[in-house]
């Protein structure tokens, strides 16, 4: 498990490892109050989930390269093409709103 703080609020982040982390994601949550990491993945869906997410792309150096605020159920993102061994984080609704491309994430392990 490890943690991120983003506007003074602290999310437990779960690093997807296993097929079935990756599979399930956060789908068929509700109330969500952590975030998932999908490492060197390019896309992601949101069939099955139950509440709107924001999904942040980091380049392999946890600088922001896309987010997209607020992402509904029922579609697919692809990440951009031109960004290689891309990771994507999903976090609650809204928990990126004061974030922006170039930012820089640190994660803390426990």
Do not use: C
Not at 40 to 59: A, Q
Not at 100 to 110: A, H, M, N, Q, R
């Amino acid at each position: 498990m490890m943690k991120l703080t983003i506007n003074n609020h602290t999310y437990n982040i779960v690093n997807a490892k296993s097929f079935w982390q990756k599979f399930m994601g956060l789908m068929g949550q509700k109330n969500i109050n952590y975030g998932m990491l999908f490492k060197n993945i390019g896309s992601i869906h949101t069939f099955f989930m139950k509440e709107n997410i924001d999904v942040i792309v980091l380049d392999k150096d946890n600088y922001i390269v896309d987010i997209r605020q607020n992402m509904q159920k029922n579609h697919i993102y692809i990440a951009q093409k031109k960004h290689k061994k891309t990771s994507i984080l999903e976090l609650p609704q809204n928990a990126s709103k004061n974030l922006k491309v170039g930012d820089y994430l640190t994660f803390i392990s426990e």
